[in-house]
Antibody, heavy 114, light 107 residues
Framework: QVQLQESGPGLVKPSQTLSLTCNVS??????????WSWIRQPAGKGLEWIGR????DYSPSLKSRVTMWMDTAKNQFFLKLTSVTAADTAVYYC?????????WGQGTLVTVSS | DIQMTQSPSSLSASVGDRVTITCRAS??????LHWYQHKPGKAPKLLIY???TLQSGVPSRFSGSESGTDFTLSISSLQPEDFATYYC?????????FGQGTKLEIK
């Protein structure tokens, strides 16, 4: 059973960089059949896809601030979001993506505040 | 971006009821449409992919269908554990986008 777990700071100051790690267990990271992605949900709002690590496709609205990459040897993938504002406060999920998202982490709340 | 519009935004129903949630795409997406269930404090759960294929382990009371750019999620007989928020998602084009959600509440 594939399991994902997010980790990283829960509080980031405005204008700084948000960095998260996702640890993957229970299955291989490398496959042509799926990718590893990040999705976020601000409080009281819907789900927003941020991007995927393998193909490095990013949401156009966040592309200028986002970097993602993978370390398959360590079974990890990463998100970096620069120049954060309060609008980036959200629960961040790491997910496995085919066309659909079949495995999700539990999510980690990141608050942007001074 | 492709816009996904769900209706209704919220719905009250009783245990045993049959309910239907609709998702409309702003353009043709073939059957690249997927449904999720989300409960507070938990990760979203994939229910149906490719418009009508039930994810392994999901009860058969859940079903999905498609008609052009309109998609429906049906629950044949509501159970107490089904009260949650439901989202549709398209994967036809980048970026993948979600509907705004339908909150299913107990009447």
């Amino acid at each position: 059973q594939v399991q994902l777990q997010e980790s990283g700071p829960g509080l980031v100051k405005p204008s700084q960089t948000l960095s998260l790690t996702c640890n993957v267990s229970g299955g291989p990271m490398y496959s042509s059949n799926f990718d590893w992605s990040w999705i976020r949900q601000p409080a009281g709002k819907g789900l927003e896809w941020i991007g995927r690590s393998g193909s490095t496709d990013y949401s156009p609205s966040l592309k200028s601030r986002v970097t993602m990459w993978m370390d398959t040897a360590k079974n990890q993938f990463f998100l970096k979001l620069t120049s954060v504002t309060a609008a980036d406060t959200a629960v961040y999920y790491c997910v496995r993506e085919r066309d659909y998202f079949d495995y999700w982490g539990q999510g980690t709340l990141v608050t942007v505040s001074s | 971006d492709i816009q996904m519009t769900q209706s209704p935004s919220s719905l009250s129903a009783s245990v045993g009821d049959r309910v239907t949630i609709t998702c409309r795409a702003s353009q043709s997406i073939s059957t690249y449409l997927h449904w999720y269930q989300h409960k507070p404090g938990k990760a979203p759960k994939l229910l149906i992919y490719d418009a009508s294929t039930l994810q392994s382990g999901v009860p058969s009371r859940f079903s999905g269908s498609e008609s052009g750019t309109d998609f429906t999620l049906s629950i044949s007989s509501l159970q107490p554990e089904d009260f949650a928020t439901y989202y549709c998602q398209q994967s036809y084009s980048i970026p993948p986008t979600f509907g705004q959600g339908t909150k299913l509440e107990i009447k």
